[in-house]
Each structure stands twice: as C-alpha cells, then as structure tokens.
C-alpha cells in the first residue's frame, strides 16, 4: 500500500514536469474560467465577496479538470502506456498519481482569485473550511477529469470536447451565477445534482459567514462526488487501458 | 534448474481473433529463451501477457513463483520489459526518465542514482543524460528503454525484437548486454525476426505459428530435427542447365538462389564429387563451392510455411 502511494507520487511528478504547461492544460483549464466568469459578471452589480466566492468554484472547477484528461489520450499517442502497464503498480496507483498531478495545479491556480480578492479587500471569514473545501473540490473535480479520458482515445482534441460538453451544463445549472436560495425549485433540485454548487456554497461559506446549505452537507456532498467519480474512473480506465496499447 | 516462467495453456481471443491458441512452455533459468515466429504470429501477445499488461483469454502465467493473475506486483517487480513500440518519455531528460523508471520499481534512491551513471555509460548516452529524450535518435531512444528495463536490476528481461530498426553497432550493443545478462545469471526471453542473432544468443527457442508453438528446442536440435536439409552450394563460370544437376544421384531438391545453385543432399560427399566430374565433363570451371548445414532460417521457414 504505501510503495502504491510512493509509486503513485511518482507518477504525480512526471505529470507536473510534462502536462502543466500544455496548450489544451492552459487554454481550458485558466483561461477558460477567466473570460467564462467575465462574460457573465460585467456590468452585474453584485457584491465582490459573492463574485469571488463564484469565481473560486470556476476556477477549481476547470483547472482540477484540466490536467487528468489530457493524461491518458497523450499518453497512449506517445506510447508510454505500455511500459506503466508492465510496471508493478495498480492502474489505481497511475489514477491517483494523475489526480494528485491535477489537485496540485488546481490547488495552485486558486489562489491567484483568493489573492485578488484579499487584494480588493475581501476578508475570508472561515480560512480553515475554505481550505478544506478547495482541497476537497480539486480532489472531486480532479477524479471527474479522469472519466473523460477513459475513453481509448489518443487525440486530446476528443477528450476536451466531450469534458467540455459535461462541463458547461455543470456550470449553468450550479448556483455560481445566482445564488441557490433565489432559484426556483426545479432551479434548486437541478442546482443539487452539480458538485460545483456545493464547493461555490462553501466559498460563500467562507467569505460571506453564510451559506445556503449546511457546511457538513457541502462537505458531504462533495465526499460522495468524490468517490463515485474515482470508482467509476478506476473501472473506466481498467476496462480502456488494455485498448490503448 | 529452477523454471522461472511457467506458461500453462495460455490463450487470447480478440473479438473471434485467436491470437494465441493454448500455448504451453517454460523457461529455465539463466537461460535466453528465443521466440520466433512470422509478423502477427502472436509474439508481442504473448509477451504482453507474459508481462501482465494485458489479461489472458485463459490459461496461466507464472514468473518467479508469482502467479501473474493474483500476484501482479510481485511478479512485475521481477521484471524488466521493453516494449516491441515503446517510448521514453520524450519531454524529460534521460536521467529523469531513468529516476522515474526506478521510482515505480521502488528502487532506493542512492541505488538508483548510481545504476543510472553505469547504465548511461554503457549505453553511451552519458554525455547526454541531460537533454529531453525527443532531441535523441531512434537508436539513443532504444538504448535508454533498454537502460530503463534494467533500472530495478530484474531477475527477468523482456525484449521484444530489441535490435529492429538499429545500426550494427548499436544491435551489437544489445546483443552483447544479452551476453553479459546472462553470464550473471539472468533470464532473457527475446523476441526476434533475425534468426542469426536468435542463434547466436539463444539456448533455446519456440517457433510459434497462427498462435501456437511449432517446436521448442535449443538451435542446434532443430537443425538436425527437421534433417534431410544439408545443402551444397555451387557455382560456375557458365550458366548450366538445372535439369542435369538435379539428375544426379542423391540430390533431393535443387535451388536457385542468385548465381548459385543450392543442391540438397543427405550424402553431401557424394554430390561433391559428382559435381566435379559434372563441370569436367561439360569444361565448367567451378567458382565457389560449400557444405552447407541448414540455418535456424531453414528450419524457420519450414515450421512456418503455409500448406
Ligand atoms: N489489440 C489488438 N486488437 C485486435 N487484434 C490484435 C491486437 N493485438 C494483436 N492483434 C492480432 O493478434 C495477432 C497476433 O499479433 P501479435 O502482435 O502478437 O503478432 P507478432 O507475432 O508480435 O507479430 P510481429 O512480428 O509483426 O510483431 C495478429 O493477428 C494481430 O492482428
Ligand atoms: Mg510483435
């Protein structure tokens, strides 16, 4: 168990050292969440601590998915895949490994928001649950990225488009843009089945003192997206990987 | 001798295909065990199987005492492998490539280190340890998947056709590794296409065909198992009519292989002597002339060949 998570750290620093600087890594994962949050916040007037909280959710959102998905695809186009394969390490160990590759950058890239709000004066009222919660989203949004790339596929240009068709309805129907509480109930209902509501929900949590669930619930949710996503991620990519060679 | 590979009725469909068609060996150890056999033969399948990359329809694969099918780990820590299509990764240095190799062997740090200087340097890459792998040649880039097999010191190596595609010297390289493995008491299975290399380095080979196992025995035996393929090779100054050769007591087949004419034989001494009252008596003078015993190519070709 431990050498797996010794061997799956391994693999997470060969993914920083080749995937971070990618085109599709940059163009989907930090600039996309930019002009997407541009394009619906200008000339809104609401207040900054509620925009922050909404921009933070994106851009975990994007970044933690950008990363794992590009994984797979360019791996199998460049032929690496089959020395891992023969290697003594679980594809449960590789998976992890691309998710903590794709936690560190989402992680990382989520700070730039946090200091701009702490730049325009926003105080952050709970640091202690908005760290989980971002730690906690990178993980869940990370282990999503992962179901995109278990289709055997070696054109990354595939893969970005189908996480792009997911992604976007995820953002419309997730409270980022309205708040929960003004939605109507089917607004709600759909708002409840978008894990990016609830990390959005903890950030407001965190920078307004009050969300619209209760903190365990975004926590909880959060959990539960978490893992179905790498189960259903692990047997994806169980089933895929032979396909790749 | 202890077996180190034990191969049991191992099979693999892929969808109506059958790839490999319950095939049986074992392989002892310290010994290179060559695997041969015509393109889409089952070669690579088997290796991958071998290796745990890829399940078996059924049957089992055992390596070292691990059952692949419930001790994958164990068994593949036992191993090194390169691929038949394989890549470094081509955006990391060649010294990055080999920590990380060894990284997933749970190789120690110090011991990786160390084996990355010496493997470098045999392979001749050490002056250029340092650059990303995608500035490298075809032959650079095979000598470090090669180097990398041997990061985690395995009991067993896996080449899939390791010399293809590569200049003499740096085959000569490989084949000389291979040497040098198995004076230390490693076990090699090679897949080849070069039946000279696989003669040369082999204390046993398979021949398999549509998937299944044709013969298993070392070089020498197969020669002589499939007999009545001792040749004489002969050519003269003039053209000569076929037909007359062929005539002569003795001869089983003849041959035309470029200027020569390959005269197949079970008494060798008596065609010799034939031949040169033939090119006596029709004023021939003889340009070359050799005995010739059959070449695991022979035998190759004639475990292979079609119906
Ligand atoms: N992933 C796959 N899907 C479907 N069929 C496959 C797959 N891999 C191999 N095959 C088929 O299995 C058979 C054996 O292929 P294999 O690659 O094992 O041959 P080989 O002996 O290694 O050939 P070569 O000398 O060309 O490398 C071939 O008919 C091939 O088409
Ligand atoms: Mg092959």
Redesign the interface.
């Known amino acids: 168990m431990i ?2 998570m ?2 799956a750290y ?2 997470a ?2 993914d920083v ?2 995937y971070y600087l990618k085109g599709p890594v940059i163009i989907f994962g930090v600039l996309s969440p930019a002009f997407l949050f541009l394009a619906f916040m200008i000339g809104r007037d609401l207040p900054i601590d509620f925009l922050l909280a909404g921009l933070l959710g994106m851009t975990i959102f994007f970044t933690s998915t950008s990363v794992a998905p590009v994984i797979a695809p360019t791996e199998t186009q ?3 895949l ?9 594809v449960t160990t590789i998976l992890f490994g691309d998710v903590l590759a794709s936690v560190l950058f989402g992680i990382a890239i989520s700070l730039v928001p946090i200091l701009l709000g702490m730049a325009l004066g926003v105080t952050i009222m709970h640091p202690f649950i908005l760290a989980l919660g971002i730690v906690l989203a990178a993980f869940c949004f990370s282990a999503m990225g992962l179901i995109f790339s278990s289709a055997p596929t070696s054109m990354t240009s595939t893969v970005m488009m189908l996480s792009m068709m997911v992604k976007f309805p995820l953002v419309f129907i997730s409270g980022i843009f309205i708040p929960v509480q003004e939605l109507p109930s089917w607004g709600q209902a759909l708002a409840s089945l978008s894990p990016l509501t609830y990390i959005t929900d903890l950030c407001r949590y965190s920078f307004q003192g009050a969300g619209y669930y209760p903190v365990m619930v975004d926590i909880g949710a959060l959990l539960v997206f978490l893992a179905v996503f790498m189960v259903i991620a692990i047997k994806l990519h169980e089933r895929s990987l ?1 396909k790749r ?1 | 001798m202890k077996n180190v590979i034990e191969v049991k009725e191992l099979t693999k469909h892929y969808n109506g295909l059958t790839a490999v068609d319950h095939i049986n060996f074992e392989v002892e150890e310290g010994e290179v065990f060559g695997f041969l056999g015509p393109n889409g033969a089952g070669k690579t399948t088997t290796v991958r199987m071998l290796t745990g990359v890829i399940k078996p329809s059924s049957g089992s694969v055992s390596v070292m005492g691990f059952d692949l099918g419930r001790h994958p780990i164990r068994a593949k820590e036992t191993m090194g492998v390169v691929p038949e299509l394989s890549n470094a990764y081509t955006e990391l240095s060649a010294w990055n490539n080999l920590q990380f190799t060894a990284e997933l062997y749970g190789v120690p740090k110090r011991e990786a280190k160390s084996r990355a200087e010496e493997l470098l340097t045999k392979f001749d890459l050490y002056d250029r340890k340092d650059h990303k792998v995608k500035t490298f040649s075809k032959g650079m880039k095979q000598k470090l998947v090669t180097a990398m097999s041997l990061m985690n010191d395995p009991d067993i190596l896996f080449l899939d056709e390791p010399t293809s595609g590569l200049d003499v010297r740096s085959a000569r390289l490989i084949k000389e590794m291979v040497r040098e493995l198995r004076d230390t008491g490693k076990t090699i299975f090679l897949t080849t296409h070069y039946m000279d290399e696989a003669s040369q380095l082999c204390n046993r080979v398979a021949i398999i065909n549509h998937g299944q196992i044709a013969a298993i025995d070392a070089p020498e035996k197969l020669k002589v198992r499939i007999g009545g393929l001792q040749y004489v090779e002969v050519s003269f100054t003039a053209p000569v009519d076929v037909s007359d050769l062929r005539a002569m007591a003795g001869i089983a087949g003849v041959r035309m292989s470029g200027d020569k004419i390959q005269l197949y034989t079970d008494e060798p001494d008596r065609t010799i002597r034939g031949l040169v009252d033939y090119s006596r008596s029709f004023n021939l003078e003889i340009v070359t002339l050799n005995t010739l015993t059959p070449t695991l190519e022979d035998v190759f070709v004639k475990l292979t060949e079609e119906e």
Do not use: G, M, W, Y
């Open positions: 050498d797996q010794r061997r391994a693999i620093k060969k050292r080749i460049t032929r690496n089959e020395r891992l394969a023969a290697a003594p390490i679980s032979p060679l």
